[in-house]
């Protein structure tokens, strides 16, 4: 059975109109059939009443006659009695004698006198058996009743012509009628359901608008009349507007996550750059004071030259990291360099040991875009650092796989949680609690068409992402 | 002012005036057979009331079924006077009188008419042999003596002749008879077969005269020979005589297609007689 799942499949508004159409045609075919049925029984009484009254008066009126065999008078009752007949409903009559040989019949020239009667009592019943058959001529036959014994027979033919074409003009206009009838209210019905369920229809529009979007009903389209539906909707437009705040909540988390990792690193940079302006200031006044010693001068020129090379560096790293409109930039082994030149400030600040492995080529990264991958590894990083604690260690291994790149991130210390994995590895609405970092590797690796995956090697943390070739931006 | 006539005339109506309270009682019965149109209520009421007027005293109409009935009636006083047929007449000749005879087309003959089926192919009695035929009346001298004696003739009889003889006893119904197919022949009135003709045409052309008789005197009235010295009886006698000449009786006779009723002799019935003659030669 196919039909009856895509029956369900159709609209509630088409089903309900057709569901009323059914069970009006339904109604339609039973009363029809009870009309139909109580016409049959009120033509079988009249046909039976008139066989009856009939043969009853015939039997009265021939009872001398018929014990005379008087042929011509005989006749003469059928003939007077047929002429007097109702809309020549009886098409033939015959009179038989006890011997079964008929006296006469209205219609000597197909029942000549003397013909044997039990040719015409073949098929027929007695006049208050008969019914409507289909057969346009019925025959009854009864015996022929004088002064309490049976002195002859009766067999008449009834023209029932008209009584099957009244039945069959009743059917037709029932038919017509109740086809008419059931239209009519069938679609009276489709506009009614229509009518209710137009704000159900507008709630469904309004959760498949804008591709899964859902946006609000508006309230003029609330059905106030309808306490059920308006609380439905007034809870829907409830839930929409959940949805807008906890997805404007979510964006400003990672804006705020984005704000605080940036202040990590300003920390750290404010304390890489601190470091070696000590060193610079030093130096300067090193060759301030001994400006005569050429070796003096020539040893602080060269610490103050690698010490504002680290700043550049620093600075240059700060820059890519934060440089705009990045996509589109192959990812290079630079970047790693740069990642490590942001992160590790931030490890050696926990005493961290870092492990920090580079296998890729430049060929093989170059398959993938900078900005994600950088994005990720750093997010990656910085969420190992903070679960490494003090004295942890944090390893960072990129490997060109097979056909693809593979990012790994160790870490000592604490297992992620449920939520944490949640937010690194599913899908599913964000857990309640926590930042967005997780989740925003999740959705850029997903969008790279790469995988996440998480293991707990004893006291390690393993994630490790593994990004298709295809799935880069080959520049 | 009265003139002579007219005075005479008042006299004798003083004179008749107890003789018709006294006969008011007992009213004139007059038979009638179905011998002509014996279902037209309208004829059979004309009739009455032409007589009654005609002869100044209530009328009352009595009908028979059969010619026998009549005879029987008019022979043991039940009825004063009767329209009969002529072989019945001939019958009792010792016994009845006539008190007129109609005139048909200008003559008091008519014919006797055998007839079949429209369809039917028989142009003669002969072809007719081995079907049901329809008699009028066993004292009928259209609806039986004429095809009986002639059968006798052939040296037959009807009951070996036919399949099935039947009595209608009306000249109407053997025209039913024969048209509605209940026997493939009969013997018929000629003059109600055309009277018919005229009147319910319909009837008739589902008919076809296979032969005609001779001429033969037509059904007369009649009366008790020892009563026809009876005032009543005379009057009767006047009163159909006189049909033609007012305008009530030439009414009834309009409605039965017929000219007059005039005085005639036995001899008219000379026809008949030679029929009864070969039939109880036969």
């Known amino acids: 059975m196919t039909s009856l799942p895509r029956f369900r499949n159709l609209p509630v508004t088409v089903r309900v109109p057709l569901i009323t159409a059914a069970l009006m045609i339904l109604m339609g075919v039973m009363a029809s059939q009870s009309v139909l049925s109580t016409l049959g029984r ?33 006749y003469d009752i059928l003939d007077r009695a047929r002429a007097g007949s109702e809309g020549q409903r009886l098409l033939l009559t015959l009179v038989a004698d006890e011997r079964g040989h008929v006296l006469a019949a209205t219609d000597p020239r197909r029942v000549p006198v003397g013909a044997d009667a039990t040719d015409f009592e073949r098929d027929a019943v007695a006049p208050q058996a008969v019914r409507m058959t289909g057969d346009p001529v019925l025959r009854v036959a009864a015996p022929l009743l004088y002064q309490g014994r049976t002195i002859g027979g009766i067999v008449t033919e009834l023209d029932v012509t008209d009584l099957l074409a009244e039945r069959r003009r009743v059917a037709l206009w029932l038919l017509v009628g109740n086809a008419l009838a059931t239209t009519v209210l069938a679609f009276g019905g489709w506009l009614a359901v229509a009518r209710i369920l137009r704000p159900v229809g507008a709630l469904v529009q309004a959760m498949d608008a804008s591709g899964g979007a859902p946006r609000p009903i508006p309230e003029t389209e609330i059905p106030h009349g309808d306490p059920g539906l308006a609380q439905l909707i007034a809870t829907y437009n409830h839930m929409t507007t959940a949805v807008g705040e906890r997805a404007e909540a979510e964006r400003r988390l990672a804006d705020r996550e984005r704000f605080v990792s940036l202040g990590r690193l300003s920390s750290s940079l404010a304390h890489e750059v601190n470091n070696p302006l000590g060193g610079l200031l030093n130096a300067a006044d090193t060759i301030h004071t001994y400006a005569d010693r050429p070796d003096v001068v020539r040893q602080s020129a060269e610490l103050m030259q690698r010490g504002l090379g680290h700043l550049r560096d620093v600075t240059r790293a700060i820059l890519d990291q934060n440089r705009l409109n990045r996509a589109g930039q192959p990812l290079r082994p630079e ?121 707990r090697m004893g006291e390690q943390t393993v994630i490790r992402v593994d990004l298709p070739v295809h799935g880069g931006n080959h520049a | 002012m009265l003139t002579r006539r007219e005075a005479m005339l008042t006299g004798v109506a003083a004179c008749a005036a107890p003789m018709v309270r006294a006969q008011t009682a007992a009213p004139f019965r007059f038979a009638l057979t179905p011998v002509f149109l014996d279902n037209d209520a309208a004829v059979i009421s004309s009739l009455r009331a032409a007589l009654m007027a005609a002869m100044g005293q209530d009328i009352e109409l009595v009908q028979r079924r059969t010619y026998q009935e009549i005879s029987g009636a ?132 589902r008919t076809r005269v296979i032969s005609r008789s001779e001429m033969l005197g037509f059904p007369p009235f009649v009366a008790r020979r020892d009563r026809m010295e009876e005032a009543g009886v005379a009057a009767c006698a006047a009163a159909l005589q006189g049909l033609d000449q007012t305008s009530q009786g030439q009414a009834v006779l309009r409605l039965l297609y017929l000219d007059s009723v005039q005085a005639a002799g036995p001899s008219l019935f000379d026809g008949i007689a030679l029929r009864m003659a070969v039939l109880g030669g036969g």
């Open chain 1, 42 to 74: 009120v033509q079988d009484a009249r046909l039976s009443e008139t066989a009856r009254l009939h043969v009853e008066g015939l039997s009265v009126a021939l009872g001398p006659s018929v014990l005379r065999q008087d042929v011509w008078e005989v």
């Open chain 1, 335 to 455: 970047d790693f360099d740069d990642l490590r030149l942001l992160f590790e400030p931030e490890a050696l600040s926990h005493s961290q040991t870092l492990d920090w492995q580079v296998h890729a080529g430049a060929t093989a990264l170059a398959w993938q875009p900078a900005a994600p991958v950088r994005q990720v590894a750093l997010n990656l990083l910085l969420n190992a650092g903070a679960a490494a604690g003090l004295n942890g260690r944090v390893g960072l291994t990129v490997a060109n796989g097979g056909d693809g790149l593979s990012i790994t991130v160790t870490n000592t210390g604490a297992a992620m949680t449920d939520a944490d994995l949640a937010r690194l590895l599913a899908s599913g609405p964000l857990p309640p609690g926590g930042g967005v970092g997780l989740r925003l590797v999740h959705d850029i690796v997903a969008g790279l068409g790469g995988t996440v995956h998480h293991d």
């Open chain 2, 74 to 205: 008019l022979l043991d006083g039940s009825v004063d006077a009767a329209w009969t047929c002529g072989y019945p007449f001939l019958q009792h000749r010792a016994d009845l009188s006539l008190i007129g005879v109609p005139v048909w087309r200008g003559e008091p003959l008519y014919q006797s008419y055998l007839i079949a089926a429209a369809d039917d192919p028989a142009t003669s009695l002969g072809n007719l042999r081995g079907g049901a035929h329809a008699f009028s009346d066993p004292d009928s001298n259209s609806g039986y003596l004429v095809t009986a004696s002639d059968l006798a003739r052939m040296g037959e009889t009807p009951d070996r002749f036919f399949s099935r003889a039947i009595f209608t006893y009306g000249h109407r119904n053997v025209v039913r008879a024969v048209a509605g197919g209940l026997t493939r022949s009969g013997s018929v009135d000629g003059y109600v077969w055309e009277v018919l003709n005229s009147v319910e045409p319909d009837l008739t052309a």
